[in-house]
């Protein structure tokens, strides 16, 4: 019942002439991402998303995973164990790992694209080797060679998993008020003590180990979250020559059960005097966490706007199907009982409104992980400073603003089925269930838009932000008696003002009161992502039209973009006003009642 | 777990200070709806639904309807019978029934508050008797003498339930495509011949007969929507003594699975040659099915109210609990490890929305059911015309846009729970689910609007829309001059203007090109329903001022609805004006591709 293709056209438009990757040729890795091959490794990914985990999406949900007291074990939904093993040898864990330790070294912007076809078809199941990744990059960026030697080359191959516990009952956002303690053993090794909840992955039956990343506090340090460490701790103790040892007091409590994402085991995760070890320095724990968050905050928004491609492609073939009605302007299906529901204004309408977002915000996503490659692998420092900047501005607007509008479009997508969204014989409502998750986790998105205004604007004086609105004046100013692009520049101008006027209100009024950050935060957030996507859109159509006026591809395929182009201009873009009203109308509306007001 | 109070207070203010209800003493049944008889009417009212119906609400999500196959029967969730017992028995079925069946005969006004809060507490449970309603409604306007007396008092009293059939797998929203048959069977009876899907209370164990209201075509009458008819078709046919017959052949072939509402049966219903009788006209059904279908979308618009109160309570308990983090203005909790969350400015944007649109919207949603009272028992003529034409064009708006918010708002407010809000140890995630049919049942939200632009504006002229805005610009004049009201007159004056431009704007375009109706109408109705809620905010904070001045009631009650009435201003009205933009943009973008570029 469920329809699914990657969307692979869009990754090649995308790859090869709005970011023209051909030209980064030079970095590490990115000479093996020539266009053949990304198209090869797409196609083989498309394929395994189709065939294995597709259809494994309903069942997973319907399923559940399954807690077996005895054994403190999870067993996942029939079918995702040897999925996973299908997985991790067709080298999927593998592909954007370092080649030291056995990964294929490709960039970060495609493992990008890989990761949204296989959270389209299988958010549920994609979670699983997307945390791995997450414990990778913290072992790899802070881990001891040690470390590094014992646990990557498992992540890198997918036989084990990683996860990360930060949650405990009393803490969720306030990692401050942890209790999991840690305590040295003499021997350079800590004893874990402490419950840590909504682990992902925290067990489950596909891998010989995991590698749990957990947060904790070693006694004596500071107070609060300056006393906060990282550790890892895994599963089975891992000998000298990497076989699995005596299993850890890491044992799963309970699962969670949850309005979606039912494939995917939620864990209650104790830790009894669990042998862990330190990763990078005492106390420095969130910084160390971060890097894992800041990494997988972009997964998130690439899940928001996988839901919303997947959500897309169900509602687009049921409007193509469906017979209701007749078109307002006159029969278009004679030969049918009455017209496909596609000719509705209105169903259009909620249709074009996903088809834009998913375009848009597919493209700015991987100019947005380029930057993560450019970071790293930029020669240039100045590049690697810039394309860091960036990627620290975008990663909470992007999280934020893609979970919401994934969410959303799913609900506009579920609209479309009209009765039958509803009932579980569509997939529509699984995937309003499943898309709910990705505003909530890895920072719910308020606390994204707290450190959009409240870090990230203020962080090396502005220097991001305006290296932001820089790259967006030379756009509008370059495009200046471009006849075609005039309404996009138009747009992009329009909302340039409303964001620095925001930006200026700010930088006026949330010194003097803090709350104006913070009631402006959600609004801010909105109007920088209109922005960015304005940007982007403006990019999208000058390259359709070059392509265009090369005669060059697909005609109907670049006049697409550019009608997709003029509908964000005229249905998305117009909420920036709105928003900046809203910002400017300042903290006292928000604040007014006292608690027991409400 | 869950917190529900019944909004007394909000309702005595809304009753008595805002509509000023004691004025319409001389209708009938509203001499009977004194202040102090209400108060006792709610307060039972309250403590049904808070003791009897909340606790079996997230128990029958759970446990949900369960169909036995052999019987051809439905149980419904444990408890929902005894329930049904105490609800009937209490008279909550014959409140506002034509005394001469056995109804109470108060005022649609207090059947619409009560419904909320019986919709609050358990929206599964409330449909039961909700539908019951919409059929006596059916039959009391259209049905004959014979058939009022064998049908009205066991509905009033609640002994027998009602269902609506419209329904069929091949057409929803186009009843033209209907294939159900009904054949005369010569003795003034009908053969009723067909399936029927999504029966809310289409068979269930809480009554001992169901007054089934089907659409059928009679043969040979007109193609299409004009050959409709309507038939009351009981479950058990009934004597002239009123005692119960033979089993009818309309029997219940399964149930849907669904997203939410599970404790209510949604069941396919087969009609086997039943027995069935004309209501009203032949080939007049779909009139006749107005009656019921326009009541129910009150109805449904009064359950987006109902869900978002009761989530807007317990994601405010949950705020003013859940201790995490600190104010970014300075400690507010010293004595404890953190702030409660309700502190941090982006907790209370979510709170203070969704507060802001209940007390708005409940205004005006009991400014409308008055409405429906004075249309059918005011004295004046006039007066049952304006009122009649209000109703009409109000109703669209507010279905699609109650239940949008109600939808968005259980989404706000679960997300106020952050990863709590996402397992089901909380009821937050039940809301959000329960809230979904809203936006989908009783005609899709995109039909509402349709019927808003193509329908409703057009009828006799204009005249309900152009009455709509004579009202408010005499509210605008009257308060010249008036410091006070200054910020709500400005800001109720910027969305009249809006809404008279798009007004324009249809006028000008549609008729030339009816997509231009089509792509603008879901803007046009959040247009209509935000001028809509700015003309009731401006009343409540003027009704509010002038008990402040008199130094009347509960001081903090009064200022708190003047503190919401200024976030309405700086929060929600700013949308008209990119409403407006997007009107403005035409059907072009909306139309621009093929079926096949999407």
Same mark, same amino acid.
Request: with cysteine; charged share 20%.
């Given at each position: 019942?469920?329809?699914?293709?990657?969307?692979?056209?869009?990754?090649?438009?995308?790859?090869?002439?709005?970011?023209? =990757?051909?030209?980064?040729?030079?970095?590490?890795?990115?000479?093996?991402?020539?266009?053949?091959?990304?198209?090869?490794?797409?196609?083989?990914?498309?394929?395994?998303?189709?065939?294995?985990?597709?259809?494994?999406?309903?069942?997973?949900?319907?399923?559940?995973?399954?807690?077996?007291?005895?054994?403190?074990?999870?067993?996942?939904?029939?079918?995702?164990?040897?999925?996973?093993?299908?997985?991790?040898?067709?080298?999927?864990?593998?592909?954007?790992?370092?080649?030291?330790?056995?990964?294929?070294?490709?960039?970060?912007?495609?493992?990008?694209?890989?990761?949204?076809?296989?959270? %389209?078809?299988?958010?549920?199941?994609?979670?699983?080797?997307?945390?791995?990744?997450?414990?990778?990059?913290?072992?790899?960026?802070?881990?001891?060679?040690?470390?590094?030697?014992?646990?990557?080359?498992?992540?890198?191959?997918?036989?084990?998993?990683?996860?990360?516990?930060?949650?405990?009952?009393?803490?969720?956002?306030?990692?401050? $008020?942890?209790?999991?303690?840690?305590?040295?053993?003499?021997?350079?090794?800590?004893?874990?003590?402490?419950?840590?909840?909504?682990?992902?992955?925290?067990?489950?039956? =596909?891998?010989?180990?995991?590698?749990?990343?957990?947060?904790?506090?070693?006694?004596?340090?500071?107070?609060?979250?300056?006393?906060?460490?990282?550790?890892?701790?895994?599963?089975?103790?891992?000998?000298?020559?990497?076989?699995?040892?005596?299993?850890?007091?890491?044992?799963?409590?309970?699962?969670?059960?949850?309005?979606?994402?039912?494939?995917?085991?939620?864990?209650?995760?104790?830790?009894?005097?669990?042998?862990?070890?330190?990763?990078?320095?005492?106390?420095?724990?969130?910084?160390?966490?971060?890097?894992?968050?800041?990494?997988?905050?972009?997964?998130?928004?690439?899940?928001?706007?996988?839901?919303?491609?997947?959500?897309?492609?169900?509602?687009?073939?049921?409007?193509?199907?469906?017979?209701?009605?007749?078109?307002?302007?006159?029969?278009?299906?004679?030969?049918?009982?009455?017209?496909?529901?596609?000719?509705?204004?209105?169903?259009?309408?909620?249709?074009?409104?996903?088809?834009?977002?998913?375009?848009?915000?597919?493209?700015?996503?991987?100019?947005?992980?380029?930057?993560?490659?450019?970071?790293?692998?930029?020669?240039?420092?100045?590049?690697?400073?810039?394309?860091?900047?960036?990627?620290?501005?975008?990663?909470?607007?992007?999280?934020?603003?893609?979970?919401?509008?994934?969410?959303?479009?799913?609900?506009?997508?579920?609209?479309?089925?009209?009765?039958?969204?509803?009932?579980?014989?569509?997939?529509?409502?699984?995937?309003?269930?499943?898309?709910?998750?990705?505003?909530?986790?890895?920072?719910?998105?308020?606390?994204?838009?707290?450190?959009?205004?409240?870090?990230?604007?203020?962080?090396?004086?502005?220097?991001?932000?305006?290296?932001?609105?820089?790259?967006?004046?030379?756009?509008?100013?370059?495009?200046?008696?471009?006849?075609?692009?005039?309404?996009?520049?138009?747009?992009?101008?329009?909302?340039?003002?409303? =964001?620095?006027?925001?930006?200026?209100?700010?930088?006026?009024?949330?010194?003097?009161?803090?709350?104006?950050?913070?009631?402006?935060?959600?609004?801010? =957030?909105?109007?920088?992502?209109?922005?960015?996507?304005?940007?982007?859109?403006?990019?999208?159509?000058?390259?359709?039209?070059?392509?265009?006026?090369?005669?060059?591809?697909?005609?109907?395929?670049?006049?697409?973009?550019?009608?997709?182009?003029?509908?964000? $201009?005229?249905?998305?873009?117009?909420?920036?006003?709105?928003?900046?009203?809203?910002?400017?109308?300042? %903290?006292?509306?928000?604040?007014?009642?006292?608690?027991?007001?409400?």
């Amino acid at each position: 019942m469920t329809t699914y293709r990657a969307p692979v056209e869009d990754y090649a438009f995308v790859l090869n002439d709005y970011l023209a =990757l051909p030209q980064y040729g030079n970095l590490p890795g990115f000479a093996d991402a020539a266009p053949d091959t990304v198209e090869a490794i797409l196609g083989e990914a498309a394929k395994l998303a189709e065939e294995v985990l597709l259809p494994l999406n309903q069942s997973g949900d319907r399923e559940g995973c399954i807690y077996n007291a005895a054994a403190k074990s999870v067993t996942t939904p029939t079918g995702f164990k040897a999925a996973y093993k299908t997985f991790a040898e067709g080298g999927w864990t593998a592909m954007t790992g370092d080649p030291d330790y056995g990964g294929q070294g490709l960039p970060a912007l495609l493992g990008s694209m890989v990761s949204e076809i296989f959270c %389209a078809a299988n958010w549920s199941f994609a979670m699983y080797p997307g945390l791995s990744h997450g414990a990778y990059s913290a072992l790899h960026t802070h881990g001891t060679p040690e470390q590094k030697r014992t646990y990557l080359p498992k992540l890198v191959s997918g036989e084990w998993a990683g996860t990360m516990n930060l949650t405990e009952p009393q803490c969720g956002t306030d990692l401050g $008020l942890m209790r999991t303690k840690a305590e040295p053993k003499g021997d350079g090794s800590y004893a874990i003590t402490g419950t840590k909840i909504w682990i992902s992955g925290g067990e489950q039956d =596909l891998t010989a180990n995991t590698v749990h990343l957990v947060l904790a506090k070693i006694p004596g340090g500071p107070d609060g979250i300056k006393g906060v460490s990282l550790f890892v701790v895994p599963k089975f103790l891992v000998g000298a020559d990497g076989s699995l040892g005596p299993r850890n007091k890491a044992f799963c409590g309970g699962l969670d059960h949850k309005m979606g994402i039912n494939g995917n085991a939620t864990c209650v995760m104790n830790y009894d005097g669990a042998t862990g070890w330190l990763v990078g320095e005492a106390h420095k724990g969130m910084r160390a966490m971060f890097t894992m968050m800041n990494e997988a905050r972009l997964g998130v928004a690439l899940q928001g706007l996988a839901i919303s491609e997947i959500a897309y492609q169900n509602a687009r073939e049921f409007a193509k199907n469906r017979l209701q009605g007749r078109s307002i302007t006159g029969v278009k299906n004679p030969n049918g009982p009455a017209d496909p529901i596609i000719v509705h204004p209105d169903v259009r309408r909620m249709l074009m409104d996903v088809k834009c977002f998913n375009e848009g915000a597919r493209a700015l996503l991987l100019w947005t992980a380029l930057r993560g490659d450019l970071e790293t692998k930029s020669p240039d420092e100045k590049v690697r400073e810039t394309s860091a900047d960036t990627m620290a501005l975008l990663t909470p607007v992007l999280k934020a603003y893609f979970t919401d509008q994934g969410f959303a479009n799913a609900v506009k997508c579920q609209q479309v089925f009209g009765g039958s969204g509803f009932t579980k014989e569509y997939p529509a409502e699984q995937f309003v269930r499943d898309a709910r998750i990705g505003m909530i986790y890895e920072g719910a998105n308020g606390i994204q838009a707290l450190d959009l205004v409240g870090r990230k604007l203020a962080a090396n004086n502005g220097r991001a932000v305006f290296a932001f609105f820089g790259e967006i004046d030379k756009t509008i100013a370059d495009s200046k008696g471009n006849a075609f692009l005039a309404p996009w520049t138009e747009g992009l101008a329009r909302a340039r003002k409303d =964001l620095g006027e925001a930006t200026d209100w700010l930088m006026t009024n949330a010194l003097s009161d803090f709350d104006n950050a913070g009631a402006a935060s959600y609004d801010y =957030l909105y109007l920088m992502a209109l922005t960015a996507l304005a940007a982007t859109w403006m990019g999208i159509a000058q390259t359709a039209k070059a392509k265009l006026d090369r005669g060059e591809g697909d005609k109907a395929f670049y006049e697409t973009k550019i009608a997709t182009a003029r509908y964000f $201009l005229a249905r998305a873009l117009p909420d920036t006003s709105a928003h900046l009203v809203k910002i400017k109308s300042g %903290a006292a509306p928000v604040m007014a009642l006292t608690a027991e007001q409400f």
